[in-house]
Structure formats: C-alpha cells, structure tokens
C-alpha cells in the first residue's frame, strides 16, 4: 500500500476527512482503500456508507443488544467480551470496518441525557468494560473506536461547552477508563468529543491528544472527530487529531495547505495524521462476510439482559409460582422500551415483548396498558381499573419507567422521577395488591417512593430486543437477576454532589466536586442512598468466610492479592460478585473514604463452594502528583475492604505499604467539594476561567445566540427550515433532540454538516452582520444561506 509520504500535500490533506458521512476517503487508482464506519454501542446502525445525509430510522437490521448501562450492572467481563464479539460478527456481516463504540464516559450526574450509553459513574468498572468490549469487536477483524475523548459527560450545550476540571480529576476519574482501555485493548480508533476541556477544544487539544494519548499512553491508532466537532483543521492536525467525519466537502483543506506553505503547520504533522488514516483503511477488511446469526444473537441479548438485571428489593415474591394468576400491567409490556434515543438506536432483527414472553410461557394473566408510552401520562380510571385486577389476581406485575422523550441524546434530563402517573400507579396497585412486582425501564437511575410498599424491585434498565423475555426469564426464576447496580441511586437530586454545577453554564461547566462522583461522595460524606453503588440480590443466597491477603506488607507499586471463600448455601444455582474497595488511611493526600479497587463474578451450583482471589493493582494505591506529573503512591496503612455494595462491608484488612511518598503539594484536609472560588482556584492551581460570553459573535455562536440578531434569525429560519424541519421526523424523542441539537449548533457545525454549500467566507460574513459590521457582507451571507445543511445529529 502506498506511504502518505508519497502523496503529494493535497492529496494527503484530502485523506483528512470523511469522504461521506460514513466513509473515509479513497484514491483507487493508487490503491488506497476506503474504511466504513458506522454507529454501533450496543448493536449496528449501519447506513449506506455513500450516503451524505443523517437519519435515525433508515437503517439495516441488526441484533440491538443491552445498552452499556445494561451490560455494566451484569459485572462480567467475559459476557461483555462476548457481545462484543457478536457486534464485531454483525459489523462483518453489514460490510462495516470500525464500530464507533463502546462509550465509556463518566456518569458525573444522573441526569445526564446519554448516561444509557455510558457503563459508569466509577472508572475502573468503565474502563474493564470497555476493554473487554473492544477486545470482543476487535477478535472479529474490525475495529472499535472508544469515545467521547474526553470530559463529555452531559448533552447540555456538549458542542461549546467547556469542561472545566481540575488535573488530579481529570486523571483518576474522567481519563482512567480510557488509559485502561487504550493501554489493555489497544483499539484501532478513539473519537475525539465535541466539548473543549480547560479551554481547548477535545478535536485539538495537544495536552489530550498527543501528550496523554500518545505519548504518555502510547497510542498508535486513529483519532477521529465527533461528527461535526471540528472547529479548527488546522490546530487539530497540529496537536494529532487525524480524520474529521463526516465529509465537509474540504471545507478547511485549504487553510490546512494554507498553513504547511507558511509554515505555521509542519507538513510531517500533515503526513502523520495522513499515515494513520491510510494504516486504518490498510486493517480494515474492506468487504461483507458471513451473515447475522439472528436466532443465536437473539438469544445471548435474552441472555445479557437477564444478567444484567438487578434485584433491587424482594420479600421473598419472587420467583414466581408458575401457577399464580398475574396482572400484567403497563403499556411497556406490550411496547417495550428497550434502547435510548439518538445516534445509537438500533433497527433490531425483533422484539421480544413481556406480553408474548408471558403468553409463550402458556402463564395465566390479564392485561391492562393503562398508561400513555410516550409521555406516560394515564387517566383515573385506568389506575383504578388496573388495581381493580390487580385485586382479583395473585399477583401484580408492574412495568413503569421513563418514556422515550424525557431520555435521550441531545438532551439532559430535568429531574430523577419517573412520570407522576406511573408513581401513581405503582402505589394503587401495591394498596390493592400487597404481591406488587415493579421492573422498570429506564436508563438512567430514578426516584422511588414507593419502593417500601412493593414486594419486589427489578431494576431491568433498557435490555435491548429481547428484554421482554429476558423480564419473564428472570420473574420466574429460569434466570438468575445477576445484576449489581454501576451507579448510586440517589434518593434526592439535591444528594448528588455535581448537582450544583450541572450542567453549568452554556459555555462553561465546572467539575467542583472533584474527585467525588458518585458513590465517592456519598460514603465521604455520609449520604446514604436510595440504592448503593453495587447493590443487587440474587434468588440463591451466598457464605462469605475466611478473607485473606497475600501479605499484609507491600512496597509501593506492587500488586496485592485477596482471597475470599464463596460458598452457595442455596437449593438453586446463582451468581455473586465480590467488591473490593480501598480506604487510604496514610493521610498523605485527600482521598474519597472508600473506592473501588477490584472485583470478581462467581457463578456457583448449589452447594457449591470456591476460593474467589482477586488482584488489588498496584495503580489502585495511587493518585496522580500534579506536581510531579505522575502517579505517586502514599506510604502508610490501607484498609482493604470486602464489600457487597459500597455501603455493605463484609470485612476490612490492614495492609502497609512501604517505600511510597509521605507528603502531597496537595492538602490531605482540604474540602471535598469546592464550593468557593478560592478552593476551586486552590484545586486548579490558577484562577476560575471567565466564560466565553454570547458576543461578540464567532464561528462558536449556537444558532439560537445569533438568532437574537435579526440577521441571525432570518439566517436560522432559513436553516430550520431547509434542514431539520424539512426532515419531519416523526418520532417525538427524535423531534425533541433533534430541536436542540439545532438550537445549540455552532456555525462552524453548520459549515461542517452544509456537504460543503455553506463556506467560510459565507460563515464569516454572518457573524460580521451581526457583530454589526458593514450591510455590503451581505452578499456572502445570502450566498452562504443557499448552502443550508441537511443533516444531523452527534455519534
């Protein structure tokens, strides 16, 4: 295959961005080969790759498998590898070359609109998931591409927002996922996100891109841009940033050759980016093989969502009496809602409802919709006439959850209840019915007030096209709920420590909370949850004895070894996962009380008994010196905790550790959370950055902030009307973020996604006028108004 270096420049600055939406770009006479992308987190949503336009709803079919959410609370690593491979076998089948996924980012807030796709609000969960994922998809000879590199972790105002965090946070909580998986999995890509971090945009970013990526981390693959995020070429060639997607039609290709023949870009920076580019089309296999496994997938998504389902409550209610009369109720279990909404949707091959799950089952039961599925809203009478059933049967079965519409990409999520009718019926039914059985369907944790009042809590989250089954699998019992919550359920919003500065700002947010996302926070300071980081029951019951280290002295940067005995005590298979956390006892520099060090999945037999060790790695000790650079471990006595759930230890072992650091430039007393602007500025070793205001207007300026112009609003009317609002999607979630997706484009977007009909020049005119520069640029900007984009919406 030919070397970039034997291109001439343009050639090599064509190479640097998509030739269509989904396609990298070729040269056949050269023989240099083009690589497919596609969408594809927890299922393909594969396209036509010649397409130059953005859709949700015309893609081909494929298995759509649980969600990362999902797939995070079965803690198997192994099954997520598995499905990973099965996306990878469907990847080949629809001629796809590299899977934009998995995401892996921090569930700083569990409002954040995109959580479903997340696997965490820990790191070390997030970052073996991810791994074991790309390791699945990358064993089927195509390539994963992890994102969002880095800090993006709401959907408010993602495409300006800058994120704002303190470098000791930024290592250990929001970079330590993807160091695990770049340095464990090696992917072949990873996308850079539309957010900007400490000022820098993530699409050209040196500090995150070639500093930490590549030379701390020694990543050798592709990084792409979110599509659309590329603001400019020019300093994200410069810091790494190698292929802009979609196509811009060579918006900035020449300000790139622009740059090289000044010399304010090296043209070896053009070369590498070029290099790598070519290295990705070389891997890729380039052609269609084998085809969809429909059945066998079908059956390992059933699988997965089953494992992934956490037993939240049960008074001993389930499983059930194969003969016991239920009242199903809810229209989710006739219309599941199994996926989120946005970029990651899936076309499934089918969909296994509760309903036909009950009906195959050959189980006696009625039921009753009772609500509205897209906004959830149900009269009195339907609540009334469901506990009436619920009354005559011996037991309720309840599906409730978030509609489509209040989750989804493009948007972050108001507050943590569900629908007040869905609580309201919750609470009807379990006053008629004391055998109350609740699963819910969200993606995302929610508020329950009445979860004291039910017999039994299934957490089901979104379980992909077989999570009907997956739900009757489990109420019966065929299915063990293997699942263990990945993130704290808050019993407020107010318990959450990010809350107050989320999202922030539309051009600023700032991560004040530090290091205690999560259930960080609430062991720190003392909240107690709703439902704990780890948490989950299982229908066999577990015998934990005889804890034990390997040594209860190491030397700094040595790994440690637990051994905990797991015995069965049960009458039926079911599977358990031991928790091991660490509390810093050395007071050399300020820690969170407890945190997450390692864990095990066991799956026993009844009566079955296993020795379970896990290994306690030496960087779990560690926290990043921000002064030295690198990570420092203290000297000084840990605590080794043997947990169920962040809040449930079963057991605490001393270990010492020798030849580590005694002292921090960083105060070990410090506050958790700074509130103030002297502890953020203390934290962040500079002052509070000032946030970008609205004017004067810049290619950054969002469609609805130059709208307050009365050039901008005509030029927006203009777009909307030429663009989404042409599309009319039907689907109302799809409308909504869609909506403000719109509403918070940069011009410099627009550009991007214009297929090249709406240039610079054109852009800058725009902002001229309404910076109130002279009429006669009017000209370029009704010029540029002709070249309106089509297409929408972020990977």
């Not at 800058?162 to 072949?188: C, K």
């Not at 008629?432 to 989250?461: F, H, I, K, M, Q």
């Not at 970008?692 to 927006?716: L, N």
């Amino acid at each position: 295959m030919v070397s970039a270096s034997d291109l001439p420049l343009e050639q090599q600055v064509a190479l640097l961005s998509g030739a269509t939406f989904w396609r990298t770009e070729s040269f056949p006479d050269q023989g240099i080969p083009s690589a497919v992308l596609s969408d594809g987190p927890h299922g393909l949503r594969a396209q036509n790759p010649d397409l130059n336009s953005f859709g949700l709803s015309d893609s081909r079919p494929a298995t759509c498998f649980p969600p990362a959410v999902t797939m995070a609370t079965t803690w198997d690593e192994e099954l997520v590898e598995v499905v990973g491979r099965a996306v990878g076998v469907e990847a080949r089948a629809l001629g796809v070359d590299v899977v934009l996924g998995p995401g892996l980012n921090i569930k700083r807030h569990p409002c954040g609109g995109r959580n479903f796709e997340y696997y965490s609000e820990d790191p070390l969960l997030s970052g073996r998931f991810a791994a074991a994922a790309v390791r699945g998809i990358q064993s089927a000879g195509v390539g994963a591409c992890v994102k969002h590199f880095a800090v993006n972790n709401q959907e408010s105002h993602r495409m300006v927002v800058d994120a704002v965090v303190d470098e000791r946070t930024l290592r250990e909580i929001y970079l330590a996922g993807f160091e695990h998986v770049v340095t464990e999995a090696q992917p072949w890509a990873v996308m850079a996100a539309y957010n900007s971090v400490n000022g820098e945009p993530a699409t050209a970013s040196p500090r995150l891109l070639r500093e930490i990526l590549r030379e701390t981390w020694g990543f050798e693959g592709l990084v792409m841009s979110d599509w659309s995020a590329v603001g400019d070429r020019v300093a994200g060639v410069a810091a790494g940033m190698d292929l802009e997607m979609p196509s811009s039609r060579g918006l900035s290709d020449d300000d790139v050759v622009a740059a090289v023949r000044q010399g304010r870009l090296p043209e070896a920076a053009v070369t590498a980016c070029a290099q790598r580019v070519l290295d990705l089309a070389a891997r890729a296999p380039g052609e269609a093989a084998g085809s969809i496994p429909v059945d066998v997938h079908d059956a390992l998504a059933r699988r997965a969502a089953a494992a992934g389902t956490v037993l939240l409550t049960n008074d001993g209610t389930l499983p059930l009496n194969p003969t016991a009369s239920v009242a199903l109720i809810g229209a989710m279990a006739e219309h599941p809602r199994f996926q989120g909404g946005g970029s990651s949707q899936v076309n499934p091959t089918r969909v296994t409802t509760a309903l036909a799950a009950l009906e195959s089952r050959g189980a006696t039961f009625t039921h009753h919709p009772v609500y509205d599925l897209q906004t959830g809203e149900a009269g009195r009478a339907e609540i009334a006439a469901a506990a009436d059933a619920a009354r005559a049967a011996d037991v309720a079965v309840v599906l409730v959850g978030l509609p489509p519409v209040v989750e989804s990409e493009g948007f972050d999520r108001a507050d943590l209840a569900l629908p007040p009718q869905h609580d309201a019926l919750v609470t009807a039914v379990a006053a008629a019915n004391p055998r109350t059985v609740v699963a819910l369907s969200n993606g995302s944790p929610v508020t329950l007030p009445w979860a004291d009042d039910v017999a039994a809590v299934l957490e089901c989250y979104l379980g992909g096209q077989a999570s009907g089954g997956a739900l009757v699998d489990v109420l019966y019992g065929d299915a063990d709920p293997g699942g263990r919550l990945a993130e704290t359920f808050p019993r407020a919003r107010a318990d959450v420590a990010a809350d107050p500065f989320f999202p922030g700002r539309p051009h600023q947010v700032e991560h004040r909370e530090g290091l205690f996302v999560g259930y960080r926070h609430h062991v720190t300071a003392e909240v107690q949850p709703a439902f704990a980081f780890g948490h989950g029951l299982s229908y066999a019951a577990f015998d934990w004895s005889d804890p034990r280290l390997s040594t209860d002295a190491i030397a700094a940067g040595q790994d440690l070894e637990l051994t905990v005995t797991v015995n069965n005590v049960a009458r039926r298979a079911g599977s358990d996962v031991v928790q091991v956390y660490l509390a810093d006892r050395t007071g050399v520099v300020l820690r969170p009380a407890r945190t997450l060090a390692a864990f095990a999945k066991v799956h026993l037999d009844p009566g079955e008994s296993r020795d379970v060790t896990v290994v306690v790695p030496a960087r779990a000790f560690q926290f990043f010196d921000v002064a030295q650079q690198r990570w420092q471990t203290p000297t000084g006595e840990f605590g080794v905790e043997v947990a169920r759930s962040s809040v449930d230890v079963v057991a605490t072992l001393p270990v010492t550790v020798n030849g580590g650091v005694s002292t921090s430039s960083e105060p070990a007393d410090g506050p958790a959370v700074a509130a103030s602007d002297a502890d953020f500025e203390r934290r962040l070793g500079r002052p509070v950055p000032t946030p970008r205001p609205v004017r004067p207007f810049s290619r950054d300026s969002t469609m609805s902030e130059i709208a307050q112009t009365r050039v901008g609003a005509a030029f927006r009317s203009t777009l909307w009307r030429l663009g989404p609002g042409r599309a009319g999607e039907a689907d109302p979630t799809t409308q909504e973020a869609v909506t403000r997706a719109f509403e918070e484009l940069p011009l410099r977007a627009a550009a991007a996604l214009s297929g090249g009909r709406l240039r610079w020049p054109a852009v800058d005119a725009l902002v001229d006028l309404a910076n109130g520069r002279p009429l006669q640029l009017l000209g370029g900007a009704a010029r540029g108004a002709n070249g309106l984009l089509r297409r929408w919406g972020g990977r």
